[in-house]
């Protein structure tokens, strides 16, 4: 099984509406991210959570919103998507506590969504 | 602020070797990590180095030189499913563990026969 998986996997949507796209991990990790990728831009960091009860905005968070349900799981929203929103999104996890400080993201399939 | 560069494209032949730069200007450095991404797929992680000097790992190696915000990806014996796009990613921060990664835009490199 996966050690980080993504529902849906792709998703198509109409402007306006609200989404959530979902990320849970078997990784025991407690560090979880959100990254957007646009072609020719990369990745992208729209928010982080080092643990539960931490929320972080990353480079490009407005239109987004998340919520961290538990150390497992981590979800983003789109409160009114609009078609700009249109990316391939991805969840990473992390460990804090890696050996040697090396604290490598691991990335989960990725979600592709279009927004009409 | 964070800047990373590389290149956007590669071509190299099938068997030879190719090396991807990577450029870096950050706010602190606690380590520079190499992934590879085939298309639509995940970034999967290939490399780490935190300290100056040479990282092999089989058929690849990665290298650091501090002062002078520099890396590079070195990819030997090209196969044609290394044909992918490689992305730099630098954790900054004065403080180690305490920012996520910053990537740059990747580089796509195409192995021809």
């Known amino acids: 099984d996966a050690d980080v998986t993504q529902t849906p996997r792709n998703r198509i949507t109409k402007t306006g509406k609200r989404i959530m796209l979902e990320c849970s991990q078997t990784?025991?990790?407690?560090?979880m991210y959100w990254y957007r990728q646009d072609p020719g831009l990369g990745l992208r960091l729209i928010y982080y959570?080092?643990?539960?009860?931490?929320?972080n905005k990353g480079e490009i968070s407005d239109g987004y919103s998340v919520s961290r349900q538990a150390q497992a799981k981590f979800s983003l929203s789109l409160e009114s998507a609009i078609p700009n929103q249109t990316a391939l999104y991805f969840c990473?996890?992390?460990?804090?506590?890696?050996?040697?400080?090396?604290?490598?993201?691991?990335f989960g399939p990725g979600t592709r969504l279009l927004v009409l | 602020g964070q800047n990373i560069d590389q290149p956007t494209e590669m071509t190299a032949t099938e068997g030879a070797i190719v090396q991807i730069n990577c450029t870096y200007q950050?706010?602190?450095?606690?380590?520079l990590f190499w992934y590879q991404q085939h298309a639509g797929e995940a970034p999967t992680f290939l490399s780490y180095?935190?300290?100056?000097g040479l990282e092999e790992k089989g058929r690849f190696s990665s290298f650091l030189s501090r002062s002078k915000g520099y890396s590079y990806l070195l990819l030997k014996e090209l196969q044609m499913k290394d044909s992918a796009s490689y992305l730099c990613?630098?954790?900054?921060?004065?403080?180690?563990?305490?920012?996520?990664?910053?990537f740059g835009k990747g580089t796509r490199l195409s192995v021809i026969a």
């Open positions: 950050t706010s602190g450095f606690n380590g």
């Open positions: 990613a630098v954790r900054g921060g004065i403080i180690s563990g305490n920012t996520p990664l910053v």
């Open positions: 180095n935190v300290l100056d």
């Open positions: 959570s080092f643990d539960v009860k931490d929320i």
């Open positions: 990784k025991g990790h407690d560090r």
């Open positions: 990473a996890t992390s460990d804090s506590a890696s050996q040697g400080g090396q604290e490598t993201q691991y």
